[in-house]
């Protein structure tokens, strides 16, 4: 008899990375009755994740929750200062990739050999890991596509375009398979890395690292996507080089382990009490801190749209405020007047909400993708990453939102935040178009995700190849 699949799911323990793969890992169990998952990403992530054992999933005997080192105690926390987060790439990487080879020889010692190891951006060697011993591996890209297509011909010929216009946001470049694109909607890491002692210079260099690893891989690299074909079918073919396989969205199912905790869920009967697609969603994902200034305009610009607001402000970011008593002042009589302000909710559940109508995002791909599942149109205010290219995506391709600019000082004002609202709540025949094609989209996961839906097919053929 053949052993169980055991399929060995890696993460970088960033929010935005723990939830697609927790959510992968979850699916590859629906769909394969006789699989494993061991799910393991740094042992800091998993003492704040699993302590209590909060993740739905302990019901599940086939799904196995291990740490692996990453040299630290404390472990990784984002919007740390450049210099700190350096050394924990660094650690990241030299204790990561020793003790997760230690991971899979240990498991398969147990008699549960990993036949797939399967891992998220930045742990580039888990594949050379797998390699090494003789199990396939695949990547699991948590960006669109798009976002694969533009680092793939970055680093197979065409860096040199990009750092000799890197000043010129608006400068043009054509890459193979890609409409023109301004050098602004790059990938941030990609214009903004310059300073070797800078943090995104290393997430740079793991990136080519991973595409480095990716050209190792006879015949071609196994890429799984947090995406659904339908939704990027023109730009797959930018990427050939690889086995391509969009299987998302990947998305919760019920109570889930996060990072972050929520303090209740008031907010939820908040919500009941509003009309349907009244209420502006705001939050900005689990690494984007604002300054007071631009805190400031976004609470105007919503208390002057006149729209119920529901807003996410991390315990984190209300640090960066001087002024305590006016953030919890500000809490306090936003919940009296149009809005409430919360430190974390289950967001998921709010974009399912019918009394939300809109979802003013920084365009982090899981929120993008989280929106376009509820069909909830989205004004993008992206800030870094591939923020700004999920935000033409989201403007320009789908046509399910609209993008806020900044100042000349990259500041969004209150008049322009509330301008945007309306493009896609108000009574307008554009307002009524986006909402239109959001809710096209919605459909269209629905078909993706369904049995013999696009990215069912694929992570059954990635299941069955295992
Ligand atoms: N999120 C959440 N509650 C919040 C804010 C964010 O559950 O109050 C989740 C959101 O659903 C998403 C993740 O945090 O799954 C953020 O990931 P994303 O890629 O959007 O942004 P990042 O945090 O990586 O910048
Ligand atoms: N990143 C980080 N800490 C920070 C900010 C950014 O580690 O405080 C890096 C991290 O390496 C991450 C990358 O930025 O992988 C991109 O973040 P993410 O994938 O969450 O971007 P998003 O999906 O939000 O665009």
Redesign the pocket.
């Known amino acids: 008899m053949s052993p169980r699949p055991h399929f060995l799911v890696l993460t970088?323990p960033?929010q935005?990375?723990i939830a697609p793969a927790l959510r992968l890992a979850r699916r590859l169990l629906a769909v394969a009755p006789d699989a494993l998952v061991t799910f393991s990403t740094v042992a800091a992530a998993h003492r704040r994740m699993f302590a209590e054992g909060q993740d739905g999933g302990d019901d599940d005997d086939r799904l196995e929750l291990l740490p692996f080192s990453d040299g630290t105690e404390g472990g990784f926390s984002?919007?740390g200062d450049v210099a700190e987060?350096n050394a924990y790439m660094a650690s990241f990487h030299a204790s990561g990739r020793r003790s997760v080879g230690e991971l899979v020889d240990a498991l398969a010692a147990r008699g549960r050999p990993v036949s797939r190891v399967v891992y998220t951006?930045?742990l580039p060697w888990a594949a050379d890991i797998a390699r090494e011993r003789g199990v396939p591996s695949a990547l699991y890209w948590i960006?669109p596509v798009a976002v694969l297509a533009i680092y793939y011909h970055y680093f197979h010929g065409h860096a040199g375009v990009v750092e000799e216009h890197r000043r010129d946001q608006s400068f043009v470049v054509e890459l193979p398979g890609l409409p023109p694109l301004a050098v602004g909607d790059l990938p941030s890491f990609l214009t903004e890395a310059t300073d070797p002692s800078d943090y995104f210079n290393s997430?740079l260099t793991t990136f080519r690292d991973l595409f480095d690893t990716l050209d190792r891989e006879i015949p071609k690299a196994t890429v799984l996507i947090n995406a659904f074909q339908e939704l990027e079918v023109t730009t797959l073919a930018a990427v050939g080089a690889y086995d391509v396989l969009p299987i998302g969205p990947v998305l919760p199912s019920g109570d889930e382990a996060g990072l972050f905790k929520q303090d209740d869920t008031k907010y939820m009967e908040w919500l009941d009490t509003k009309p349907a697609g009244s209420v502006v969603y705001v939050a900005f994902?689990s690494?984007t801190v604002m300054a007071k200034g631009q805190l400031d305009e976004l609470l105007h610009g919503l208390e002057e749209s006149g729209r119920p607001y529901l807003w996410v402000v991390r315990k984190d970011n209300k640090a960066e405020l001087a002024d305590q008593a006016a953030v919890a002042e500000m809490g306090d009589s936003a919940a009296r007047k149009n809005g409430m302000v919360v430190e974390w909710c289950d967001q998921v559940r709010v974009l399912s909400h019918a009394a939300v109508g809109c979802f003013v995002t920084h365009c982090?791909?899981?929120s993008v993708l989280e929106s376009i599942a509820c069909g909830v149109p989205m004004v993008g205010v992206p800030r870094m990453?591939?923020?700004r290219m999920n935000a033409r995506l989201v403007e320009h391709d789908w046509r399910i939102g609209v993008r806020a600019e900044g100042d000349g000082s990259g500041v969004l004002r209150a008049a322009e935040l509330r301008r945007r609202v309306e493009e896609v709540m108000g009574d307008g025949e554009a307002a009524a178009e986006v909402r239109c094609t959001a809710a096209a989209w919605k459909r269209a996961v629905v078909e993706a995700l369904g049995k013999g839906g696009s990215s069912d097919r694929n992570l059954m053929a990635f299941v069955e190849s295992a």
């Open positions: 970088y960033l935005g990375h984002p919007g987060l951006l930045l960006q997430v994902g690494i982090g791909w899981n990453s591939d923020q």
